[in-house]
């Protein structure tokens, strides 16, 4: 082999080396053709040696950093992360005022500010019982909100029954109302909760409690949810009690609050009488609201009187009253799981959420 073209071919995998392809394809022409090949080499050509390891050299060309990058594998992207869904227990308080409390976090929560519904359970039931019948865990996945369940102290009551029918459970700051408000507000410290979007909802002492913390405190509750409860002022004491669940309380013991409300409520219901449920939306609806009635069929289940309570002046909507046919003391649409459901009436769940997210405070000043 002549030395030219052996000097042609070396030239020409140096240049493939450094990614210059087309001048080594300019060399490998020349060597096959006898022609005088590319222009002399830079500087660079005193590195030209063919069998040792390749090395970095300072201020090489960009087309060799070009050609390396090209062979390296792209680096792999991070995944987002995104926390789980999680249901916690905590509790808030002390001495006599402690209460013990579950909290359903959504999954990703932290990114925005979500909203917060204040579930309060029924009498024999506590968090876990109540989270399972009425599915609202499954309904803030979902929709991507917050559900803080307190959970009544036996001390407190024997039966696990929200006091609502005490004098002293039923003013602002005062018992069980600033308990409860005391413990949304911590809890709604610690998590990134939309102040303007804050809901409370129960069942039969829970609902009859819920009424009583509308009422309390509007500025803080943007709607209110009452399943087979009673309206707030319905009582005073226990005969009291007694005598509004069996027949309903007069409706000068309530007291007037415009917190858009929501009730459930079932005809067949032997503990609680359905004329509370009359008064609880007599309570934020007043008596010269319009209202709309429809007929809601649920399939094989239950069927259902709706009626939507709006302003006569400017068509807000304060309150919808479903009359569940045939329904007991029970939440409506409920999972046998937990205690005190009726899984053949319409979604209790899903049209309390529904309602409560049509429903936000005002921005404030």
């Known amino acids: 082999m002549n030395p030219p073209f052996q000097q042609l071919l070396s030239e020409a995998t140096r240049l493939t080396r450094i990614g210059d392809l087309q001048a080594a394809t300019a060399a490998i022409q020349a060597a096959l053709g006898g022609g005088a090949g590319p222009a002399p080499a830079q500087p660079e050509a005193a590195f030209e040696v063919i069998d040792v390891p390749a090395r970095e050299v300072s201020g090489a060309p960009r087309a060799e950093a070009r ?170 004491d226990l005969p009291g009690a007694l005598a509004a669940m069996r027949g309903g309380a007069p409706a000068r013991s309530t007291e007037f609050h415009s917190v858009p409300t929501i009730v459930f409520h079932g005809d067949a219901d032997g503990t609680v009488h359905p004329s509370n449920g009359d008064q609880v939306v007599a309570a934020c609806a007043g008596r010269s609201s319009s209202v709309q009635t429809e007929q809601v069929r649920n399939g094989s289940g239950r069927a259902c009187t709706r009626r939507v309570h709006t302003d006569a002046v400017d068509g807000r ?24 459901t ?21 921005p404030r000043q």
């Open 67 to 236: 050609a390396q990058r090209e062979l390296e594998p792209e680096p792999e992207r991070e995944p987002e992360v995104h926390e789980p869904a999680r249901f916690v227990s905590g509790s808030s308080g002390s001495g006599a005022a402690r209460r013990d409390y579950k909290l359903y976090i959504p999954p990703g929560a932290g990114a925005r500010p979500l909203p917060l519904v204040l579930m309060l359970h029924g009498c024999t039931q506590d968090p876990d019982d109540f989270a399972k019948g009425t599915g609202m865990n499954e309904a803030a996945l979902a929709q991507g909100f917050f559900v803080l369940y307190p959970a009544q102290s036996r001390k407190a009551n024997p039966q696990g029954c929200w006091n609502w029918f005490k004098h002293s459970h039923q003013q602002r700051g005062r018992g069980e109302p600033e308990i409860l408000v005391a413990m949304t507000r911590e809890v709604m410290a610690r998590h990134p909760i939309d102040p303007q979007r804050v809901y409370v909802a129960g069942l039969s002492a829970g609902g009859a409690m819920a009424a009583i913390l509308g009422c309390a405190y509007p500025e803080l509750f943007a709607a209110v949810g009452v399943h087979s409860g009673l309206a707030a002022g319905a009582a005073t």
């Open 317 to 340: 909507i304060l309150a919808e009253h479903w009359l569940v046919h045939g329904a007991p003391h029970a939440w409506s649409g409920g999972s046998p799981r937990g205690s005190y």
């Open 342 to 362: 009726d899984s053949r009436g319409p979604d209790a769940t899903a049209e309390m959420a529904r309602f409560f997210l049509q429903h936000s405070q005002p």
